[in-house]
């Protein structure tokens, strides 16, 4: 899992731009700045959702890889990997199959392992490069 081939970034919403409304994706989609309303990946391909430093999501996120830099309003769904980079702020229940939470990040809500095959969760703990 972790040196599948990404799906390429083909949708991006910029830094100052503001989304009112359900958004729905293929393949991969990076958000610089703002969206109110769910974020939904969709179709049966890989995904990828990047929610960059400055970016804010209120509403559903719900992908296969989702990689989160700044702010979650609501719950966080991932089906595949879920990265928690140092600067994530979350308030929501948030489920994943593999998670990777780096020192930093904060979650305001109940971490759930969601796994269709019934085996032990996958945690991975970033390490601190303050050492």
Known sequence: MWFKKQPPIRSLIGE?????????FG??????GEVHGDVIAAGDR????????????????????????????????STELLE??????ISGEVRYETLEMHQGATIDGELRHHSS????????????NDA
């Open 46 to 77: 890989p995904t990828l959702l990047v929610i960059s430093e400055n970016a804010r999501v209120h509403g559903k996120v719900i992908a296969g890889h989702v990689i989160i830099n700044g702010e979650v309003v609501g719950p966080v769904h």
């Open 84 to 89: 928690i980079q140092p600067k994530a702020r």
């Open 16 to 24: 100052g731009t503001a989304v009112h409304g359900e958004l729905r």
């Open 27 to 32: 393949e991969g989609l990076r958000i610089d």
């Open 117 to 128: 095959q019934g085996e032990k969760p996958a945690l991975v703990l970033a390490a601190s």
